[in-house]
């Protein structure tokens, strides 16, 4: 971060993404001989650890010339990327619109990306909710509000699509920070890392970073037990050219995880309560899904191991619906 004064003044609001702090769980770990310690990601501007990952997009796309005066950003989301772009294209003063699946829309996501002045596109996925379990992988139900955003990129050149599901400059943003302050912040001594997958950045970057230094260092994957993807291999995947291929492929191809560990929606939600009531850490599901996992890894490799889970985004974007969404 920059600072304008002695006194550690932000330039701005951007400068407040990352430096998240790394916390140690007391209480819900009790009986564990393993430490296990949580990254608090929803303490980013936005309240999701897609404030990196969004920075980062705008910020490349904007020094190779793909986002310029003029530009309007578009993303298929199902929630914290749309509020992340939303947030970091208002500070920069692009407009942004978001294509969201209607069938995961929540009114508390809708607004706080209205909050930034984004334009909200709900669309139909009904060729695929017949087949969907209710936690939903955010890479199935995004296919068809990708099209959308391909659509619409063809028909207009100010159109910027940031293509978060393929974009390189997503596993940047968790290479160059998350991972290596989890790194600075453990002094090096990391046994396991855990992240639920959704476009696969956070753990792909991550693991880029740690695995130099700790190569012994477990990579795990956390999924919806109700609908994984990656843990079924990629015959699992759709390939859509442009839609579809992209990190998620580069995770399988590149095998990149030691393990997939699938979580209930029940026990991610029960999780994400319990850190709330006994921790004071109003995490979302998918955080409260990394810790559950993290749990049974931390009685696997017993006394003196260290294990960071990723604790995603703020809870206050489920409180009309708790499911499971990665």
């Known amino acids: 971060m920059e600072n304008t004064s002695s006194n550690s003044v932000a330039s701005g609001v951007l400068d407040l993404i990352g430096n998240t702090p790394l916390v140690r769980l007391n209480r819900v770990t009790q009986g564990l001989e393993a430490e296990v310690l949580a990254k608090l990601e929803f303490l980013n501007p936005s309240g999701s650890i897609k404030d990196r990952m969004a920075l980062f997009m705008i910020e490349n796309a904007e020094k190779r010339g793909d986002l310029k ?35 995961v829309a929540s009114e508390e996501r809708m607004q706080m990306m209205q909050s930034y002045g984004a334009r909200i596109e709900l669309v139909g996925t009904e060729d695929l909710d017949s087949s969907l379990d209710p936690s ?41 920070t998350t991972g290596k302050e989890i790194l600075e912040q453990t002094g090096g001594q990391v046994d396991a890392f855990l ?16 695995k130099p230094v700790c190569p012994d260092a477990e990579i795990i ?29 580069d995770i399988l191809d590149g095998g990149v995880t030691d393990e997939i560990i699938w979580v209930t929606d029940d026990d991610a939600v029960q999780m994400a309560r319990r850190l709330a009531r006994e921790e004071g850490l109003f995490c979302g599901m998918s955080g409260g899904a990394n810790v559950f996992a993290a749990l049974q890894v931390a009685k696997r490799l017993g006394n003196g191991k260290t294990i960071v889970a990723i604790l995603t985004d703020s809870r206050d974007r489920y409180l009309t619906t708790e499911r499971y969404i990665t």
């Open 69 to 103: 005066p003029g530009s309007i950003i578009v993303e298929a989301s199902t929630g914290n990327t749309g509020i992340a772009l939303s947030f970091v294209a208002t500070v920069k003063g692009y407009p942004m619109t978001v294509y969201m699946p209607k069938a």
């Open 195 to 210: 992240a639920s997958i959704g476009t696969g950045g956070t753990l792909l970057g991550v693991a880029e970073a740690i």
């Open 221 to 249: 994957a956390v999924e919806p037990a109700g609908a994984p993807w990656i843990g079924r291999g990629k015959e699992a995947i759709p390939f859509i050219e442009g839609i579809t291929d992209g990190l998620l492929f």
């Open 136 to 176: 939903v992988h955010g890479g199935v139900i995004e296919i068809v509000p990708r099209q959308k955003c391909l659509e619409v990129e063809g028909k207009d050149p100010h159109i910027w699509w940031a293509r978060q599901f393929s974009n390189p400059d997503n596993v940047a943003a968790h290479r160059e």
